[in-house]
């Protein structure tokens, strides 16, 4: 509402003004209708069909009684149809609100009830997995299906693409202000309980905004899309590249071949992966089958890549490596690193501060600590979240003295550059040593065995807690824990070396490849009490 005593009695300008996410597709179908906006394998689709659709979509809901502010949630994996419902969402002026589709249905349903939703959107095949098909039976909400299988009929659900027939392709007149919610994101489940962060259109169109500077996005660029759409950073990647007339190319998961196929055919300018998918493409058997030399940058996130990894990347596919960091409550990207100073700092720089937002390190008494101090690693912007869904005690603990607190511990060097050393709740606290397990997890890494690194604090009766590693190994190479403890002793001091060495055959993930230390924790909580220590 604007201040008519400031203005001399003047109102703002409303929705001449407005800042809303559904305006970014329209604004760029305007300007490139019959460029290609995302692909999927052979499937081409453009910027004036996705904006056709997408309004279609937005007249079905309002059609269907939904008000701006209600709750609507995608089950769904990345495809077009799930782009085109995406956009006649926010069109609406709905909140979405997204699951990931690797929960289980108990975690599916919490959030139903936590969120209130009474329609969803879901790939037939979900809802073909008896369990959640139950549960979503019980719950009696309205189901809409991307008819991926082909069972959507068989299934008795009402398919996307049938649904948009009739509908009119003009954007309904809903009225959004920029601080309206627009979507309720949960956490990734690192943690025993998912919280829900509420974002508003104007911090996510600033995130993208942001973006696309500090990315320096082209209309010619084009992006790998093996990230899910659910997460944050598959979503605002997707939002970034098409507002400057960019594309996406759409998959359903990783997959090392898909990827560089896509790269080739859809000449694809940017790759983003996690450390691992880079390595899966490096050491693939059919890696020099493929052309890559039309990538111009490629974006690492949410793990650190060990010095190996990293060099061998740069020299094999792209010079021009940066690691993007942000976390659901912060609409990404808040930090990133410069190309030119890759092979200068190795460790977990996450780099600068991005124009979106400010960064600082603060103690535990709200103290902005001067660089070189380590403390919590803190943020301000219009891209920080709402609040926590329902939650307003969360949500001031994670306002605590005016800034955003992410749980992570960092600082920021002599260049400016932020440094992370751990998540607080993974500082292990050792014999009465601090012990950051993402220094262990880098050391491990730099093994040629090591694929992946987890390292936790295990319950240890004589020292509190005991440095615990887990591993997984790259395919058909050995190593055993022994040579592992070796390696750590040779790099690391004696307080850093791990207690307990473990190789996995598999490493609990999210659905984003963040690694569940809580599921390591609970399941090795007796080890030293049942090896008496």
Known sequence: MTNLAATGGVAGPGRIGRVAIGDLLKRAAARFPDRTAVTDGARRVTFSELERDANRFANYLVARGLKPGDKISSICNNSVEFVKALFGIHRAGL????????????????????????????????????????????????????DLAGTSAAAGLEGFNDLLKGQSEIEPEID????????????????????????SHLGVVMAVMSNAIEMQLDRDDGITGQFPLFHCAGHVLLLSYLSVGGRMALMRGFDPVACMEAIVRDKLTVFVGLPLMYQAILDHPRRKEFDLTG?????????????????????????????????????PATTMSRPEVQLQRFGNYWGESLIVNETAIMDDSGNLLPRGQPGELVHRGPNVMMGYYKDPQATEQARKFGWHHTGDLALIDENGEVLFLDRKKDMIKSGGENVASVRIEEILLAHPAVQNAAVVGLPHPQWGEAVSAFIKLKPGVNADEAELLEHCRKNLGGFQVPKFIKVLDQMPMTATGKLRKVELRQAFAEHFAKEGA
């Not at 974006?299 to 690691?323: H, K, Q, S, W």
């Open 95 to 146: 909140v979405w609100v997204p699951i990931n589709t690797m929960l289980g249905p108990a975690d599916m349903n919490y959030i139903l009830d936590h969120a209130e939703v009474r329609f969803a959107l879901i790939d037939d095949n979900l809802y073909g997995q008896p369990d959640r098909r139950a549960a979503l039976q019980k719950r009696g909400a309205h189901l809409i299906a991307v």
């Open 176 to 199: 959004i202000d920029d601080r309206d919610l627009a979507m309720i994101i949960y956490t990734s489940g690192t943690t025993s309980r998912p919280k829900g962060a509420m974002h």
């Open 295 to 331: 990538l111009r940058t490629c974006i690492y996130t949410m793990a650190p890549m060990g010095r190996p990894l990293l060099e061998r990347a740069m020299a094999d596919l792209c010079p021009n490596f940066v690691l993007s960091s942000g976390q659901t409550e912060m609409y």
